[in-house]
Structures are given as C-alpha cells and as structure tokens.
C-alpha cells in the first residue's frame, strides 16, 4: 500500500512519525481479534492511519445489542457476519487498506496461521480461553500482543513482548489463570463509550509500535476508572514461573521497522 500524502497530512507533520514512519504504517500487517467493542474502534483508527494490511477475525454475527458500543456496524447489519460487515465499513473508510475478513474463532490450532505473516496481534475478544491462547501464539510467533479489557465503567490496556527482554511480561504473566469470578460484559454490562476509550488507546500502541514513535507500554498496563476520569499505569514484572512464558524469553522480534 502506498502513502497518499493528501490523506495522511497530519500524521507525515508530526516530527515523531513523518514520512518514515507512515510508510512503515503502510506497510504493516496486523491481526486484529475480535470485531467488538474493543476491535471496532480499534479497526477503524488502524484502517484511518493507513495500515496496510489488516487480518479481521470474529466468527459472530452482527447483534442488535451490540450497537450500544460497537461503532462499525449499523441497524442494517442486524444478523450479518461481522468481518464481513467489518471489511466493507473499513474500504468506505479507506479503499486502499487490504483487508482479510475471516469468519473463524481464533483457537491454539488456528492461531499460528492467523500470526504467521502478521507484525503484531490486537486481542479485543472478551473471554479467557482465547486471551490466553492469542497470547501464547503471540509468544511463539515473536510479536507483540497489544491486549485489552472492559468491564462496567473500567478498561485496561497493555503491550506484551516477552521476546523483546529479559524482562518483559507477557498476557499470563498478569492474569496466572482464569479469575473464578470472571463475567463478560453480557452479565456484568459495559459503558459504550468505554470501548471506545480502550479500543482507541489499542490502536495508539500499535502505531507506535509500527511506527517506532514514543514509549509503548511495553512491560505496562494502562488502567482506566470511567466513573471518576482517572487513569493509571503500573508496570508489570515477568512471572518467573509463568506457564505461558517463562521458557521463551530469548530470539530476535520479526520487526515492521526494518
């Protein structure tokens, strides 16, 4: 995908990002999972900043509550695939932006061929088996996963790169295993503009990461209170007895930079 300087302006002025960095957008590759609240404005801020390839998969169809929050679709989506759905909302937008739409749910024996060509993984799906499985695949495939959470009137986001240092967490190394009081948002509710809120900051960490502009939150977690406006980061140490990443912290990151 080439840069259409008109478009991207105001990213090509910004002394961070510029010329080079834009071209890197353009040619980035990312897996986004999960069409939702969290990957629908992800996907649209991604498609907008002129990512060049994006990899959508979401095996669900478009419900009618999913409009309080999922800003992608419409009242005529009703029923429709929602990568489907997805893919023509994001050529309106950008026709130039090459999209995958893939009606599948993302499980450990999909995963490695989701990851495979992929820079890096947006997971905005909302239960924990998939969490864990993107985030196991993320750490065999050596690329960041970018990893958010929304529930009620509160978000969480945070980069995961445990390939990258010695150091560095990944998914597992903050959430061991499943919470035995986990809910989805179906039973516990969630704010719309919440996702928005989240989903936004998703799409920030991944063109950063792209385009080599500021500090990711690599090794972080971004916490944010919708009722009171406030928002945290703290930073995360690596589980040294992590099931998920403990082994594998050494190799070299497959990097969009280059």
């Known amino acids: 995908m080439s840069v259409d300087v008109k478009r991207h302006a105001r990213h090509i ?20 999972i999960g069409a939702g609240g969290l990957g629908a404005p992800a996907l649209l801020y991604l498609a907008a900043a ?24 419409r009242t005529e989506d009703v029923d429709a695939s929602k990568v489907e759905r997805a893919e023509a909302a994001l050529k309106a937008l950008d026709p130039g932006v090459e999209i995958e739409a893939l009606s599948l749910k993302a499980t450990a024996d999909t995963l490695p061929d ?6 890096l993984v947006l997971d905005g799906c909302d239960d924990f088996p998939t969490r864990f499985a993107v985030n196991r695949a993320a750490i065999k495939a050596r690329i960041p ?10 978000g969480q986001v945070g980069v995961f790169a445990p390939h990258l240092q010695d150091n560095a967490p990944c998914y597992q190394c903050w959430v061991p295993e499943i919470p035995p009081d986990a809910e989805d948002c179906a ?3 969630v704010v719309g503009a919440l996702t928005g809120v ?12 792209i385009s080599g502009a500021g500090e990711p939150l690599t090794g972080r977690i971004g916490l944010y209170d919708g009722l009171s406006g406030r928002m945290r980061t703290v930073s995360l140490p690596a589980s040294r007895s992590c099931p998920a990443c403990a082994s594998d912290r050494t190799g070299t990151l497959r990097s969009p930079l280059a």
């Open 13 to 32: 002025v910004l002394r961070e990002l510029g010329g080079p960095g834009q071209q890197r957008l353009s040619r980035a590759r990312i897996t986004v």
């Open 50 to 73: 002129g990512v060049g390839q994006l990899r959508i998969v979401d095996p669900d169809t478009v419900s009618l509550s999913n409009l309080q929050r999922q800003i992608l679709f």
């Open 114 to 119: 989701l990851l495979a060509d992929a820079d």
């Open 145 to 154: 996963l970018v990893s958010g959470a929304v529930g009620r009137w509160e």
């Open 187 to 189: 039973v516990m509710g």
């Open 198 to 209: 989240i989903g936004s900051m998703m799409a920030m960490e991944a063109i950063k990461l």
